[in-house]
């Protein structure tokens, strides 16, 4: 018996890894968040695999789908990657106290899909070197000193997960930090079909949201990377050398 832990990424098929193509269409058992893995991934899975829509479950249900399948190979499927709010550490532990083999597949992030959606770079040089992964408090809390009004003080771009129904409170801890013309980008369902873009400012970003009647499966990116202006990379800059490329002296 092996587990994988497979990252399903944001929602568009083809932005599976070939790894995780392969793993869903080889996989006996696939385990999936219903909720948020786009069923026509599910169209991989080889006749016969036995398919379990997590979205119902609880972790004791979900160990028990694996206690079930000794002598399988199994696929838990994850949105996104799976490194990054998804319950993954206490299956993991599991596998490890039951000497069951598993490996982790990663995939990508709802983060990238947005920005790729904004057709943006998070970072830019002289604007913020800096992105925060991150998501307010809710039912679940974030530890003391994470709160999203201390991780604003570092005027890094911001790219959180979880809270958009919670917009208005996002923009009370930050507004501190960030000025009110700040600006800041809602992304639903990044990558799918019927994704949606909603920009704004700190300002109005809560009522376009509103508007918009976005509640849940969205990425918040507040930050100036989203305005205008910012320093050319070194990187390419002829002026700058290194060890790939000598220095290029404008004449």
């Known amino acids: 018996m092996k587990v994988y832990f497979v990252g399903a990424g944001p929602g568009d098929p083809e932005l599976l890894t070939l790894k995780a193509k392969r793993i869903i269409a080889e996989a006996d058992v696939i385990i999936y968040a219903g909720s948020l893995v786009n069923p026509e991934i599910l169209k991989l899975a080889k006749d016969g695999a036995a398919l379990f829509d997590s979205a119902a479950m609880t972790a004791e249900d979900i160990t028990q789908v694996l206690s079930r399948s000794q002598g399988k190979l199994v696929a838990r499927l994850h949105s ?3 490194s990054i709010f998804s319950a993954i550490q206490e299956l993991l532990d599991w596998c490890r106290k039951h000497s069951i083999d598993f490996e982790v597949v990663p995939g990508v992030s709802a983060s990238s899909a947005a920005s790729a959606a904004l057709k943006q770079e998070l970072t830019l040089p002289g604007v913020s070197q800096t992105v925060i992964l991150s998501r307010i408090g809710g039912h679940t809390q974030v530890p003391a000193g994470q709160e999203l009004r201390e991780l604003a003080r570092t005027g890094a771009t911001l790219v959180l997960f979880l809270s958009v129904h919670l917009i208005e409170e996002v ?9 009110l013309d700040t600006p800041v980008a809602v992304v639903e369902r990044a990558s799918w079909p019927e994704e949606r873009v909603v920009r704004g ?46 220095r290029k002296c404008t004449p």
């Open 80 to 82: 996104g990657d799976p």
């Open 201 to 246: 400012t700190l300002a109005d970003i809560a009522n376009k949201v509103k508007e918009a009647g976005i509640l849940r499966t969205a990425i918040i990116v507040i930050g100036h990377v989203l305005g205008e202006g910012y320093q050319r990379s070194r990187l390419y800059d002829p002026e700058f050398e290194h060890s790939y490329r000598k």
């Open 171 to 179: 923009v009370a801890q930050v507004k501190d930090f960030y000025s």
